[in-house]
């Protein structure tokens, strides 16, 4: 998803990116999951492990990449 395009307002965060994405699940605690499971979230190409996305501004991401099945290493 190109987030650069989707930011609609200053202050926005990455939590208001997700919440807007067609089955993706963002709770009051910040778990994200796509439909019941917890998907692998790349951010600018990086593996995320955010644990609060209400901490990343949606200004500094270009890109994030949410993948449903990640392949094992």
Do not use: F, H
Request: proline share 7%; no cysteine.
């Amino acid at each position: 998803m190109n987030a650069a395009a989707t930011i609609t307002t200053d202050g926005e965060t990455a939590t208001d990116i997700l919440k807007n994405t067609p089955t993706i699940s963002v709770d009051a605690e910040g778990a994200i999951t796509l439909r019941g499971k917890t998907p692998l979230i790349l951010i600018n190409g990086r593996n995320s492990t955010i644990s609060n996305p209400d901490q990343i501004p949606a200004s500094s991401i270009e890109s994030i990449e949410i993948i449903n099945n990640p392949t094992a290493k």
